[in-house]
């Protein structure tokens, strides 16, 4: 604790010191040769070289994507999946700083910075997929607004997003700078970031499900519906609190040396009232489900072999789950939460790749199956943002505790 | 609610609406001139692929050979052929079909892109523009025709496709493969009068052509539009795509989206408002909360 309260108290006063600084926190905190540092540096060399060869000899050297297949799992997994799996960050903020639920701020700034790094790996990632990623600022610049495209929404919603992430995740930068004028500035500007960035969530975990609104010709009839944006945003709701649930119970372990004192209080409390809202969530999700299958006239489709892939998703992936957050948020069973966690994120990464890449192009006799450098070059990505959750966690008051000027600032 | 918030909301719902889509453009607004269309009768195409060269020598692609051994198998376009002539054989014997782009009447590729670089111009060909295209290739996820081309071995990929020869259209010419063809199985006018054409065909020889112009109003209507001996399922065509246009799809979502964005913060900020007040009548004055959730730090936080 005290070091911690030591190491975050640089004295800066000019751009020298604060380069110096910088510098200096740039050296690894910690030991170097830890099992996941020795599988880590080699795979991400490994794919540092195949992106190499991506931009070399275009995207079809490392992938399987063809021209009836045009989005792999650098949409299907690192976008759709990985969005939806941010969706912590605007449904804690909002049960904090809307709905005045206290006890989970502790874990607040944990997940901002969780869903902050994931949108900008992500959208690195979609840089890789991108033909011709130098002309990425078009939408930007306005040449042109493609103004009647979802994309375009989505695409703005992210980058809007980004910032408001980048805002509310700020006051830890200006602690960690010692910043205090910062620090005020910014702690001030929350509110409105939260607001604008729940706002922005809203529209683009939506938004990403109504992208394959004009794909109704290629995807199986059992996972396209009008209701896809609907669906899409009900469950970012739950798939975004059981990331927190999982990736919480993994990074109290890792960075236990870290953890300040609200962390270790209320942890059990916060993972059941999670678990309860989860559970809320899913079942407003599987009742919709159920709607739309009976809606859509879709019993026969059951039966069929794509029918039993989709019972998979839902039954095993969804009820399974609800039925477990209940049955464990009146036991307070927390290993149990744990458990319908992870379930329940599986069947996000089914839903998602399912409407994405599984059943698009259903009925195509030679189906994409992606090459092993496109899932080389994901796990590369999860990597890079697992570093750099890392160094910021290690040196940012993050799970620690925020320095006491900081929090005699916020009583004043 | 005081100033400062007051303020602070206006400049969220201004951020906000600056990137709001426009629905009159989602919604295809009328073209000021007619579309440019062609009309294919495929009873008379001969599989001389003479279109097929036409093609390529326009566009600077490479010149396919013209021999009839292609035909054993059904071709499909590429990057650098963007046309083809495939053989069908039916009930009614062999027929040739010619597949291009069908230059949509509401282009899903043109309302996906979200720099205009696939655009449907006024005159009714869907032409791309390499200096706007980032290469997301939406186009080709929407295109309910799988038509786009994307070059997946080049460094700098370029969308690949039938432009419907613009460059000539709008010098007022035929595009090269209507010209190029020998037994005036393409024909190539205003749309309208290319679906009066057909539909005095089918009328006046109903023992030639089935009942149905493919295209008329397939997907809202394409630019390319199909008469035909034998149902069109027979010769490759989906039958199975409505008569709705695709754009209209993603309408009501767009239409929900400024409702959700003017709404949305004000009512969360309502919402605020009201828990907030709650808890000042709940909690003791020496107690926080409020203030230290304003400024972004949690109660509890004094040590």
Partial sequence: ?412 | MDRRNFIKNLCVAGVTSAALPSLAEASGKPAETEFMSVLVDTTRCIGCRNCEVACATQNDLPIPKTTRDVFKEERDMTTDQWTVVNKYDTDAGEVFVKKQCMHCNQAACSTACLTQAMYKTEEGPVIWREGKCMGCRFCMVSCPFVVPRFEYYSANPKIQKCILCYDRVIEGEKPACVDACPVDALEFGFRRDMERVAQNRTFEYPGQYIDHIYGQEEVGGTGWMYLSGVPFDQLGFRTDLGRESVPALTQNFLYSVPVVFLLWPAFLNGMRYIKTNEDDEHTDKTHNDVASVETGRGPGEES
């Fill in chain 1, 1 to 412: 604790m005290n070091k911690i309260q030591e190491t975050a108290k640089p004295n800066i006063g000019s751009i020298g010191d604060f380069v110096r600084f910088l510098l200096s926190e740039m050296k690894p905190k910690g030991k170097i040769l830890t099992p996941f540092n020795m599988i880590s540096i080699p795979v991400i060399l490994v794919g540092m070289g195949l992106i190499v060869l991506r931009f070399v000899n275009g995207i079809g050297a490392i992938t399987n994507l063809d021209q009836q297949t045009p989005w792999g799992i650098w949409i299907g997994f690192d976008v759709v999946c990985g969005v939806a799996f941010a969706g912590g960050a605007y449904t804690l903020t909002f049960i904090v700083y809307i709905m005045g639920r206290h006890r989970y701020h502790a874990i607040v700034r944990a997940v901002v910075l969780n869903g902050f790094l994931a949108y900008m790996f992500y959208a690195g990632a979609l840089m890789l997929d991108l033909g011709r990623p130098w002309k990425i600022i078009n939408p930007i610049i306005g040449n042109n607004f493609g103004v009647s495209s979802v994309l375009f929404l989505v695409a703005w919603h992210f980058l809007l997003y980004m910032a408001a992430e980048f805002i509310e995740f700020s006051p830890a930068i200006a602690e960690w700078l010692g910043m205090k004028r910062l620090r005020k500035i910014v702690g001030g500007l929350t509110i409105a970031s939260v607001i604008f960035g729940i706002t922005l969530s809203t529209l683009h975990q939506s938004g990403l499900g109504a992208l394959f609104l004009m794909a109704e010709s290629k995807i199986h009839p059992l996972w396209y519906t009008e209701f896809i944006p609907v669906l899409f945003f009900v469950s970012s709701i739950f798939s975004g609190l059981s990331m927190v649930i999982f990736e919480g119970s993994i990074s109290h372990k890792v960075f236990a040396a870290r953890l300040g004192h609200e962390q270790h209080a209320n942890q059990d409390d916060i993972v059941i009232g999670l678990g309860r809202i989860c559970a809320g969530a899913m079942f407003v999700y599987l009742f919709l489900k159920v709607l739309v299958v009976i809606h859509g006239q879709q019993f026969s489709l059951l039966g069929t072999k794509w029918g039993l892939w989709f019972l998979l998703e839902v039954v095993g992936f969804v009820l399974v789950p609800l039925v477990l957050y209940f049955k464990a948020v009146r036991e307070g069973n927390v290993q149990l939460i744990k458990v319908a966690a992870g379930l329940t994120l599986i069947g996000i990464l089914l839903n998602r790749l399912n409407i994405s890449v599984i059943a698009f192009n259903w009925f195509d006799p030679t189906p994409y199956i992606p090459h092993w450098a496109e899932i080389w070059v994901t796990v590369t990505v999860v990597l890079l943002e697992l570093w750099a959750v890392r160094w910021v966690v290690m040196r940012m008051p993050v799970l620690s505790d925020p320095p006491a000027w900081a929090a005699d600032m916020d009583d004043n």
